[in-house]
Each structure stands twice: as structure tokens, then as C-alpha cells.
């Protein structure tokens, strides 16, 4: 028997399942890591994580889901929005930057801050830990300690895979100089009994340091190993940059097994996300979608739908004008409980705007009473509809009922058979009909007056939201007061 749900009603991926299978018995320890070196987007690599988590508690299995924020790298770019003068803290941690907008107490807490609210948002279970604090506080100092005591056979497993020759004085830690850079030291001598090691400055000074303070770094394609065993991890999500050949989790994989001996977590890939007429998220070229701006537009469990696709080891183009309503549609209809159309609420929401009340009333009259009921949950669907209008819609779904005035101007564009038809409509509808009744009138007035239904349609839409089409105009137009009908169809 498969389990598709878990004792929270989360539902289960079967692609998430399937992972879960392939892992052993527990407990696990899911990892997940980002640096937060610019904008924060890559909500795809957590939800992935997120998904397994949820699939081995399901089963029955203890979890603890760790986001590792790797707030101890060094500064290496500037990310886009960011002055240039922050070159000269190429090399520091990112915990020791300072926020480019002071805002934050640093750099790293800038961009990590907004991203760990959306997972709160998210009511994600997830535990954040930075990497600078696991540091000072003593995390890694073992896997530190081995690192440096078998430097030449992780120095030979990085040749090997890259090819390259590392430098002869090539350390798997890196000291933080006095000048608070990770880059410019050498290291000379281990004392592990101490937890130092002694080094020489980009300057030539002779210094020490203490490896379980903080006072270093290892370097990345090491420390990933290494934070494997520190934290346990039994499963770690990769992006397909990390796992191609050469890539970064091939040399952690050996370095895992030859150096520290620590079976190489279980791992799934998933591929890119594109952005539709813009190309593959990348915060280097500054094509992101925040998390906080994608739940201003949809709820929680709508956007993991939306990140993770069927399947996330496939590369999937997100769609957030034009097809944004079917997504929401579909999203909704799987749900399997009644609800609005996307752009019948975009409509209601640029009509009545910030009015709830009005808005249950429109709906209720338009014949979606029970969606009406839950005002909180109308609230949000509203705010999620009229974000959307407002960033997002293409022109031509940009859907409010005109008033009286830009109506009659609209009306200008119709010839008299449309007119003629709109009087009718008009003089045939009656404040006790509900959308499917308006619906008929609006068809059998068309079909009994030899008026195209495509071209009465149009003559509807064009009157009430001076476009061509719009919302099913049945339950659209049962949601107005009979005033409002009747004023926009005497033309
Ligand atoms: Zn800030």
C-alpha cells in the first residue's frame, strides 16, 4: 500500500515516494543549503527537500529538515542592485559584511532574512541553521581536525577529478587573516591537540588559528563532505550544476567515502526552472522570482504545485501572465472543493476593491455562494487576484466593470444589431436570475435575433470591461445590481 497523505494532510509526490523507498531505515537527516550571497530564489531545491521529508515522516520515520544557510562563505561578486564599492569585501564571510541597505545586522541576514520569512509563511518544518554560528560553536572542529590530517589525499582527489594542479601549499581549511579575508592565507603547521593551525598573512605574518571558533573556513568543495557527516545527512537535493561531471558532488561523493569515511548521502537532481520570455533563473543575471512575491499571488500549497511540477528532475517554464489563471484553476479544481474561476475573482476584485462584503455579494448572486462564505479565505483569494491584475495580467485580462461613463464610450465601438441585442438583454433579465439563467438570455437572445453569438458576446464584454472577452458572462453579470446592468445595456 502506498501512503499518499501524512498525518498533516500534506499530500505525497509519487516521485517523493519513490525516493523515500530508496533510502534506508531512519532516523534521516535532510539537508538542504544556499548561500546567501544575492536574492534568494531557489525555492525549487527545498521543496524538493521538503517533498522527501514529508515522505519519510509519512512512513513513520524521525526527520530533522536542516536548510544550511552558508553565511561563513566568502563574498565572491556582486550580485545585480549591489554598489561595486562592496569589492573590497571580496574574501570575507558574508556573516561580516555589512548589509548593502542597513537594514540588516550584515549582508548574509539581508538576503536570508526575507526567504526565511516566506518558508515561515510556507509553514514549512524546517530547521534554518547558518553556517558561521556552526562554526564558532563547534560543528565542524572533528571534521576540520580530519580534513587538514589528510590534505594530501583530498589535494589528490581534486586533482583528479579537475585535472588541474592544486599549489603546492593547497590546505583544505582556510584561516581568516587579520584582515577578516578567507584567501590569503598559508597554512604551515596543524596542532589539532589545540584546534589551530599556524599560518602565514597575505603580508608574511605568522599567526594562529582556532579552527572551532570560527576563525576559518573549510574550503567549499571539502566542506560539503565534510558538513555531511558533521550534520548526519542521509539525503542532500542537488541542481544539475553541482552533479555534472567534474561538479561539485563528485569530488565530495570520494572525498566522503576515501577521507572521511561517511556514506555518501542519498541525493535526487532536479533541473532548472525557466521563466517564460525571460530564460532560466539565475541571480547573476538578476532573472528570479522571489518566494514573497510568488505568495502574493497564490497560496503556499499552490506554489510548491507550481515549483515543483510533476516531476522536478524535469525542467519546467513557469507561466505567470496569460496562463496564470489556468494554473489557478487547476490547482483549485484538484483541491476538490468549489471554486471561483481565477478571472471571474480578477474581475470582482478590480470591481469591488477592497470591499469583501461586496465581493461575497457579487458572488453570491453570480451563483458561487458557497465559495462566498469563508470571508478570510475570500479575503485572500481577492488580495491573490488583484496582485496578480496588477503585476502580472497582460492588458487584456486586466478585468474591472467600466464605469457608466467609459462604458458609453466603449458602446461607441458596437453597431446598432449589438445595440439592439444589449436592450433586449436588458429589458429580458431579472434580479431573481442566476448566472445560468443570465447565460441563457444572453445565448438564446443572440440565436433569436440572428446576432452571431461571438459578435453578442463581444458586444457584452465591450460594455461592461471594454474588452473583447472576459470571465463566463452569465455568473459575472447575476453578481451585478440590476442598476448596474441596466445603465452600461441602454446604449
Ligand atoms: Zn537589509
Redesign the pocket.
Known sequence: MSETGSSTGISIPAWAERVAASLGPGPHVVVTGISPSGNIHNLREVLVAEAVANALRARGDEVRFIFHADTIDPLRKIAPGIPEHFEEYFGHSLSRVP??????ESYA???L?PFEEALREMEMDIEVVRSHELYETGVYTGVIGEAIEHTDELRGILQEISGRKMPEHWSPFLPRTASGRLTGARVLEHVPEENRVVYVDEDGWEDAADYSRGEGKLGWRVELAARWKALGATFEPFGKDHTSRGGSTETADRMAREVFDYPVPGRYEYEWIYIKGQGAMSSSKGIVLLPKDLLGIMPPDALRKMMLGRDPARAIELDLEAGFPRFMDEYRSEAGKPFVPFTHLVTVAQTVGDYVNTAAEMLRRGGYGEVAEDEDKLARDLRYARNWAAEWAPESMRLGLLDVEASGEAAAGLDDEQRAYLREVSEKLGPEMDGEAVQDVLYSTAIGRGLKPKRAFAAVYTVLLGKKSGPKAGPFIAGLTPGQVTQRFSV
Do not use: L, R
Open positions: 548589509d548593502p541597505e542597513g537594514c540588516h541576514e539581508h538576503f532574512a
